[in-house]
């Protein structure tokens, strides 16, 4: 394949703010520099957090900015029937179960929190990987065995060679959830795979997740994965300088838009924020004055 393919892969956990919509443009820019052709996957693996209104909302922002793609579902009732995440689901166990039979997975029964609180020794809360827990064994989650000093490192098309020591940043990860479901690291993967995603967008708070993903390629034999080119982009930020997150509503794109405001507007606004974060960084030469009224050229 010497074509290039890349995806919108928005969570419908919330209403989009105007972080979500600055990267949809950005991928949108990036497809048309590239001559990509442009998927909308919208990743909906934790069934917990699904609202139907939530995924209304990513049809109705990518219409209101006149974002569109080439490939994915028209509508709520599309998704739901043909491109859910759910309906991936015996795909996805393949592939856990393939990390199985290699070795690389043990069952764990901490919590988060007694994890988090024994990161700095290296080890969970009950010696889990050292105690050999049954697969079977109720509300445990399945884990990645994780090397000693495992460093990934690839090459990021904005910030250059990047390198991520997994141990540090994330420890043993899960593959398969407490309440057995795959996790966002095993259903991104084997969808990018699938798909034969080969240029990556997210934004620079993915980057472990991306050095999860490319261990676990390495080791599924996922070569087109493991080849992508990735850009991992500037996070916008309120005004307090925290990332914005669905989960605290912040600047809701729906909710702009109930006030009334334009597109004009909410554009100005979002190109606002994000210059005022590209003037703190020292590695975002990429945005120029040129690239910025072309990604928010809509």
Known sequence: MNHTITRIAPTPSGFLHAGNVFSFLLTRYLSKKNNAHLILRIDDIDKSRYRKEYVEDIFETLHFFEIYYQ???????????????QLRIPQYFETINKLKNLGLLYACTCSRTDIQAHREVGRCKNNCR????????????WKIKLPPECIISFTDERLGKVSVNLNAVMGDFVVLRKDGLPSYQIASLCDDAAMQVNYIVRGEDLLPS?????????HLSFDLFSKSTFFHHPLMKDQSGNKMAKSNGSFSISDMRKRKLSKKEILSLIKNFFENIINDSSKSQFFSKLVLEEIFDC
């Open 71 to 85: 490939e994915g579902p028209l509508n709520v009732i599309d998704f739901e029937e043909n491109y859910s995440q």
């Open 130 to 141: 050292e105690s050999i827990i049954p697969f079977d064994t109720a509300n445990a989650s």
């Open 210 to 218: 991306t050095a999860a993903q490319l261990f676990l390629a390495k």
